[in-house]
């Protein structure tokens, strides 16, 4: 299945499709990332949600792995790797968190 999708960084925005490429319901979700226009035929980068029942509940986890990416567009986009990673991160613990909310909430 593909979806396509937006996002954006300060004043850079971009298309882009998702693929995805595991579901099981109850244990992972993944899904991998391509721009609509892609330089190369390359992915840009895999996203996946793990699930684990535990005693009380169940853990999530949202991890990532940045497949194809162009160093100057990390540059200017976003202020270096660095900083890319930091947003990526803190945008990973406001998903987890709102994930969080709604399941609690039902």
């Known amino acids: 299945v593909r979806v396509r999708g937006?996002?954006?960084?300060?004043w850079v925005r971009w298309g882009l499709s998702a693929k995805i490429i595991e579901a099981e319901p109850g244990k992972v979700f993944a899904f991998?990332?391509?721009p609509f226009y892609p330089i190369n035929k390359s992915?840009?980068?895999l996203w996946r949600y793990q699930l684990e029942a535990?005693?009380?509940g169940t853990t999530l986890t949202e991890s990532f792995h940045a497949?194809?990416?162009?160093?100057?567009?990390v540059l200017l986009a976003f202020g270096g790797k660095k900083?890319?990673?930091a947003q990526l991160q803190q945008n990973l613990e406001s998903t987890l968190a709102r994930i969080k909310?709604?399941?609690?909430a039902s």
């Open 32 to 34: 991998e990332t391509q």
């Open 6 to 10: 937006h996002n954006g960084r300060k």
């Open 43 to 45: 992915h840009q980068t």
């Open 101 to 104: 909310a709604v399941a609690e």
């Open 83 to 85: 900083a890319r990673l």
């Open 67 to 73: 497949l194809w990416v162009i160093p100057l567009v």
């Open 54 to 56: 535990t005693g009380s």
